[in-house]
């Protein structure tokens, strides 16, 4: 018997296989089409990523019999489910709202001393998308049911409708954590009203239904849970490790965004958040604040390495890497943010390069030290002490972690270097005692200072905020 963790990130969609014991059996991936919605707005790849995962699941069911499906999904996205069993098309977050649309939006969103939910670009806001539907189909929308990402993979599988409060905590607007209920703007636009009901993340929903036992061979007994926010179970796995439990510590999870999340025993008061650098609060799955700052590192590393055909594989050029970025320290050579305006520690400043390479490599190493950089910033925002935790995929870009070791010399930096520690937070939905199978590594310092480097940026951003 095993089980799947379906994991629909913004850039790339995966399906792995996992045993009962914690076991990777089986990875696939396919990466997320950018579509137009017949109503003319950004859609996300429905269709696409369901006939891929069918496919795949086929696959699966023929090597193992499968016993659970864990659906886990980016944030800022939910599904207007119709009756009778037809969705309005999701909006991408990355639209661009009508500029009425916005305006009118701004006028009527809760301020983020409630809700911990800062005011951000296009449809970053998951209340912002929502009010755009209602303008473009206010029909359908009022005759709907409101279900968040991961839970509308849960419903595609099991028929059952549901929310889950992770994905409700992530910029939303949707959202009160101090009351742990739906804000006042969902409340007073009559949308709390249609949301599906609230579940835990480790609810059983449901079997899948017929019509995917038999487009997959998926056995009856083949249940699907509620599931939840991608970056939250990257947390809930890490909760789990014997070397940190309820201690405090941040984790920082790696891929389109850079997303650090800090479990404290003491409590933040979101007056000590600055909204207006990307700050937030989370919401883990148990319902409790996670302070959290973020920035779109991903994509910003794509833009600054600008590669001609593929990305460099970090982890098979450490040597030169790390070569390269000691002359470009030594040259004075900086990438600036912010390369995605409107989000991070610096929205509003107009990203450039100080003297850029010339080479992929240079330009990879120069943005090794800029992720870096800007996660150290992110990091000192909501206060961030004692163990940091990376993982995702920027584990093996050693300039960048070996100069967060550098940057932050008080605390211990560490790799979850199994890049599976979100399918250990899914998993662990399932099984509450598993321990997930990855050791901590520590991250020693760069081999050269940098310290004056830092400085340099800094003081070249300081009029930004």
């Not at 891929?52 to 489910?81: E, K, Q, T, Y």
């Not at 998951?126 to 990402?149: C, D, K, N, S």
């Not at 650090?260 to 409790?288: H, W, Y």
């Amino acid at each position: 018997m095993s089980i799947v963790v379906l994991d629909i990130g913004k850039t790339l969609a995966k399906l792995t296989l996992w045993s009962e014991e914690g076991a990777l059996l089986d990875r696939r991936t396919r990466p997320n089409a950018r579509l137009t919605a017949p109503a003319g707005y950004a859609t996300l790849d429905v269709a696409g990523i369901e006939d891929w995962m069918a496919g795949v699941l086929a696959d699966f069911a023929r090597a193992d019999s499968i016993r659970a499906i864990v659906p886990v999904a980016h944030g800022a996205a939910a599904v207007v489910l119709e009756p009778g069993g037809g969705y309005i098309a999701p909006l991408d977050y990355e639209a661009e709202l009508p500029d009425d649309l916005r305006v009118d939006y701004l006028t009527q969103r809760p301020p983020f001393a409630e809700t911990g939910s800062p005011s951000l670009p296009c449809g970053l806001n998951l209340g912002a998308q929502l009010h755009w539907l209602e303008a473009v189909a206010p029909e359908r929308f009022q005759q709907g049911t409101i279900v968040t990402w991961p839970q509308f993979w849960a419903w595609r599988l099991s028929g059952i409708a549901a929310t889950e409060v992770s994905s409700f905590g992530v910029h939303t607007d949707l959202w009160c954590p101090e009351a742990g209920a739906p804000s006042s703007l969902a409340v007073r636009r009559g949308w709390a009203r249609r949301f599906a009901p609230l579940s835990k993340a480790s609810d059983r929903l449901g079997p899948v239904t017929p019509y995917w036992r038999e487009r997959c061979g998926l056995s009856a007994d083949c249940v699907v849970y509620c599931g939840l926010h991608d970056s939250n179970a990257d947390l809930l796995a890490l909760r789990s490790h014997p070397a940190i439990g309820a201690r405090e510590h941040t984790v920082i999870s790696t891929g389109t965004w850079f997303i650090a999340m800090r479990s404290s025993p003491q409590k933040i008061a979101l007056t000590d958040l600055p909204e207006a650098r990307d700050c937030l609060i989370n919401i883990n799955p148990f319902g409790v604040p996670v302070p959290s700052s973020r920035f779109m590192g991903g994509r910003e590393t794509e833009i600054l390495e600008d590669a001609a055909s593929q990305q460099l594989d970090t982890g098979a050029h450490e040597a030169e890497l790390l070569a390269r970025a000691a002359e470009l320290v030594k040259a004075g050579v900086f990438a600036l943010p912010a390369l995605q305006e409107g989000v991070g520690p610096y929205p509003h400043h107009r990203g450039c390069w100080i003297g850029r390479p010339e080479d992929q490599l240079g330009r990879r190493a120069a943005a090794g030290l800029y992720l870096a950089l800007m996660l150290n910033t992110s990091l000192g925002l909501i206060g961030a002490a004692e163990r940091l935790v990376i993982q995702g995929r920027f584990i093996a870009d050693p300039v960048f972690a070996r100069a967060l070791a550098s940057l932050r010399p008080g605390q211990t930096v560490t790799l979850a270097p199994s890049g599976n520690s979100l399918c250990y937070g899914a998993l662990s939905l399932i099984d509450s005692a598993l321990v997930p199978a990855m050791p901590l590594n520590e991250v020693p310092p760069l081999p050269f200072e940098i310290a004056p480097y830092a400085a340099e940026w800094r003081e070249r951003l300081a009029t930004a905020f």
